[in-house]
């Protein structure tokens, strides 16, 4: 278990709940939603990611001794709160959409039903595991998408915080990336570790020549050598020389990628070297890869742009009291209805994705005012037209984290799970060109 | 100390090392410098931060027995190098820009000296610190500059990483923020933490009135009530209602800011309640910060622009080997020399800022090829026209951490730095319009 994630939160949310447990509301049953009110600019879709980390962080969100200590020092609460936050552990349900899954402006991504106490105080946490991971997920689909197949590198650690980074990692892999270069991430959650060299290690020697001799003499001809320390036709030439017919790639890491890689190839080809492979990584995102299909490359080295999500480096995603009960004992829908384009619809949602002929049509997004869960249910059940896919699944149950979801096995399941629903997407959807959500969200009141 | 940060690392690293223990390249002197090759566009200038952060991690920088057992599992390097890895510690030197010190493009902002393997395996850590805290001070050094003395308070952790939104918070205080809703940095760096009460608490209450009463009864009338969750003009009515004419101040989250603000200070006025201030918290940036100075606001709760860097996520500093010693023992400057806007100039740097008439004019950036450091030091020294200030300062020596520039002091001393260097540069180059650096950088070779 990771380090106590308690504190990782807002301010307000502590003393809301203080505030509730004095006037006896925090008990009050509530269910909290997150969705996202648009995707970014252009954008066709977006991909849910992070799930699996929220779900390990919950399990670390206690208030340990040193966290209390410095509560009370600070003031922030009263001791009754205090006494509530010493004893918390989430004990609700949490139900959600699969990690990997697609998303649209609505979908009700995740929702955390509870008393207000026990579900408001997971907010920033919940927001900040999704929006970030998901705006990775989302960036690294799109260029895994332009790929077409070639395997895509995540090598972005250094434009990240350290931490976000073992994080980007991973949501990269989510979305269909091969491997990355973070050492955390391959130990986190087993993902295929890749790297060659910088051009600090050929600078440090005193020539290129000797660099090649001593990586290809540690790791073997079957190596990536980096060939555009000086100049890349000879960097090739002696990459060639040194490491022979069996040299695994060459990287290159500047220069007009497109002309560049046909050149090396037809170099490579006439040394012989045909199975070598040529390894590409220069500021690219989705747009640099797509206009390399054509070109002679192999895989694609991403740093920059998949760790800050492409243009997008947050989803807007945001947690909402939809439902709670009041002082009557029934649960009643609650939503913000002040102007300013932040209203929000109260009630919960269930959702299912409408598939017809094998690719989706429509995001179905049945509202209950009433919570009326069974009526829910029998609304995705029966929905005639087409075959309608039910996209929440129970995440936490009672406090009880459902452990399928979370490390190494969770990457892998969300990862099949992200090439499923995009599999569904018709093909124009998935282009790059700037445009609306690749399908719409219809409302229906059950 | 944290846990082990030695993880938070690019593979290559490792692997470079590896492949120099065999050839004996590894123990070469060498010096790497981060710097940027350029601002973001249109940014007048950039703000130095995470250094503290930095120094911290690297004390933590330690090969421990799971990371290790991890490393010899995976097949990734020799057994020489997990006998190096298991006892390193960084044994060098580490000078840079004070934290809060702002950069230009060019400046030397951190040189790392020591053997080849003590500094290389640096990089990624270095970079993530580096990049991820200077892009948010970066941006949140304008926020603050926009908002003319009115202060601004960190909101954004639920729009980043849950471990990066403790960086944001902490690198927004630097550059004169003056607190934040994140309780973790509040505890680590000894931050001012704010907040008042999210949408959730209203809505969870029977009627906005009983939740104005129960937040009074438990924080006073001290406290910020937020009054846009139906309608504005009611919620004002209701909050000075409650709490009377020592309302601490309202919260305004959605709509036409700067005429709500206006709208709502007559009211608050007409109702007596002249002392209650206004805070506003709806998706600002720089430029909604400076398009409400003529409104009646008191202060700018920012979240998701500070968090992301406003529109630069990260910073693209790049860490390069400039100097090292050859097979002839000498130290030899050396650089990328490959086209394709990548190349950079070999030679360990010394930086001074001119200073004229009490204003910063230009970015002075002195080579020595040679590495002839008394002669770096003399032409700092000896510059003649106007004054020229030394921005390196040593932090780390014979690997032994200055920790005056750690923990909460380390944030004080960086937060006085930023406001100080800010205070050198001319009023026009504080604008939030797109141009050129504040400065220009010249480099002289000495």
């Not at 209390?68 to 009754?80: F, Y």
């Not at 499923?420 to 399908?439: F, H, T, V």
Request: aromatic share 6%; proline share 3%.
């Amino acid at each position: 278990m990771r380090a106590s994630t308690a504190l990782l939160t807002d301010r307000y949310e502590l003393t809301m709940i203080d505030a509730a447990l004095a006037d006896g509301t925090a008990d009050r049953a509530c269910v909290f939603e997150v969705f996202a009110r648009r995707l970014p600019s252009g954008r066709r879709y977006g991909v849910v990611a992070g799930t699996g980390r929220l779900l390990e962080a919950i399990e670390s969100f206690r208030f340990d001794g040193p966290a209390l200590d410095w509560i009370a020092a600070e003031g922030i609460v009263s001791d009754r709160m205090l006494e509530y936050l010493r004893e918390y552990t989430f004990r609700g349900d949490i139900t959600g959409y699969a990690e990997g899954e697609l998303y649209f402006p609505g979908s009700p991504i995740l929702q955390a039903s509870g008393t207000f106490a026990d579900a408001v105080v997971l907010e920033t946490l919940i927001l900040s595991i999704l929006n970030y991971d998901s705006a990775v997920a989302s960036a690294a689909s799109r260029m895994t998408q332009a790929a077409i197949g070639r395997p895509c590198l995540e090598m972005g650690s250094r434009r990240a915080h350290e931490d976000a980074a073992v994080a980007a990692a991973r949501a990269a892999v989510v979305a269909g990336f091969d491997g990355t270069s973070n050492l955390e991430a391959g130990r986190r959650y087993g993902l295929h570790t890749i790297g060659t060299a910088a051009h600090a290690f050929t600078l440090l020697h005193d020539t290129e020549r000797d660099a090649f001799v001593a990586q290809v003499a540690s790791a073997g001809a079957g190596t990536t050598l980096l060939v555009d320390t000086y100049d890349i036709e000879q960097g090739v030439i002696t990459a060639v020389d040194v490491a022979g017919r069996a040299l695994g790639a060459v990287r290159l890491d500047s220069g007009d990628l497109p002309v560049v890689a046909r050149e090396v190839r037809e170099q490579l080809d006439e040394l012989g070297a045909s199975d070598t492979r040529i390894v590409v990584s220069s500021d690219l995102d989705e747009y640099a890869i797509a206009a390399l299909a054509a070109a002679p490359v192999d895989s694609y080295g991403v740093g920059t742009s998949v760790v800050t999500g492409s243009g997008f480096p947050t989803c807007g995603m945001v947690y909402k009291l939809v439902l709670r009960e009041g002082e009557d004992g029934a649960m009643h829908a609650v939503a913000k209805k002040s102007s300013g384009g932040k209203a929000s619809i109260g009630g919960r949602k269930a959702a299912g994705r409408r598939i017809e002929n094998g690719l989706a049509t429509e995001e179905v997004v049945f509202l209950s005012p009433d919570d009326d869960v069974p009526v829910l249910d029998e609304a995705i059940a029966e929905v005639g037209q087409g075959e309608l896919r039910a996209l929440q699944v129970p995440l936490v149950v009672a406090g009880r984290i459902d452990e399928s979801y979370t490390g190494p096995a969770g990457v892998q399941r969300a990862r099949e799970r992200h090439a499923a629903s995009l599999d569904e997407l018709p093909r124009a959807a998935r282009r790059l060109s700037a445009g609306d959500p690749a399908i719409p969200t219809e409302v229906i009141t059950v």
